[in-house]
């Protein structure tokens, strides 16, 4: 009984303590709600979605603050969605999207995850946003399951064309 009485009084004191298990001393450190800070079997950190704990994706090429990914985009690529009420913390932004919804940006770049990713099994490094648009993504997306529009418009094809952009792995 004794050695319990200690140790809640260790931890109470260390739990009151200013700055334990609080915001870190680095603000660039911290992170929204949506996502946890996750080490790895091999030993490297990396943002995961919160609680799925799925790998995060950045698209480098897409513009900042500008999220390209569309409707039959994010089937693919769903996005880490913030709520009305979440505020910016440390390099972790907001951003609108065209049909309204908030997105998690960090560093002003979108935030996704990936269809297929299952928790430190991530299978989306390296896929090009426009990959789904062609007729074999298209019938691959069919063959899993996934329902998309028959085909790209005009204005989809055209602004596909135009952008490059590769899906990266999102570490600190």
């Given at each position: 009984?004794?050695?319990?009485?200690?140790?809640?009084?260790?931890?109470?004191?260390?739990?009151?303590?200013?700055?334990?298990?609080?915001?870190?001393?680095?603000?660039?450190?911290?992170?929204?709600?949506?996502?946890?800070?996750?080490?790895?079997?091999?030993?490297?950190?990396?943002?995961?979605?919160?609680?799925?704990?799925?790998?995060?994706?950045?698209?480098?090429?897409?513009?900042?603050?500008?999220?390209?990914?569309?409707?039959?985009?994010?089937?693919?690529?769903?996005?880490?969605?913030?709520?009305?009420?979440?505020k910016?913390v440390?390099?972790?932004t907001?951003?609108?999207?065209?049909?309204?919804?908030?997105?998690?940006?960090?560093?002003?770049?979108?935030?996704?995850?990936?269809?297929?990713?299952?928790?430190?099994?991530?299978?989306?490094?390296?896929?090009?946003?426009?990959?789904y648009?062609?007729?074999?993504?298209?019938?691959?997306?069919?063959?899993?399951?996934?329902?998309?529009?028959?085909?790209?418009?005009?204005?989809?094809?055209?602004?596909?064309?135009?952008?490059?952009?590769?899906?990266?792995?999102?570490?600190?």
């Amino acid at each position: 009984m004794r050695r319990l009485c200690v140790a809640l009084s260790a931890a109470l004191v260390l739990w009151t303590q200013p700055g334990g298990a609080m915001e870190p001393s680095d603000p660039s450190m911290s992170y929204p709600g949506a996502v946890a800070l996750s080490q790895g079997s091999n030993g490297a950190w990396g943002y995961k979605s919160f609680p799925q704990l799925l790998p995060l994706y950045i698209f480098e090429g897409e513009p900042a603050g500008r999220p390209l990914c569309d409707r039959d985009c994010t089937a693919v690529w769903p996005i880490v969605r913030a709520q009305s009420n979440d505020k910016p913390v440390g390099l972790w932004t907001i951003v609108k999207r065209d049909d309204g919804r908030l997105q998690w940006a960090y560093k002003n770049s979108p935030v996704y995850t990936y269809f297929e990713d299952r928790p430190n099994d991530p299978k989306g490094a390296g896929k090009n946003m426009d990959w789904y648009l062609d007729e074999h993504g298209i019938a691959y997306l069919a063959s899993v399951g996934v329902s998309m529009s028959p085909s790209p418009t005009d204005v989809q094809t055209e602004r596909v064309k135009k952008m490059d952009a590769t899906a990266e792995l999102l570490l600190p």
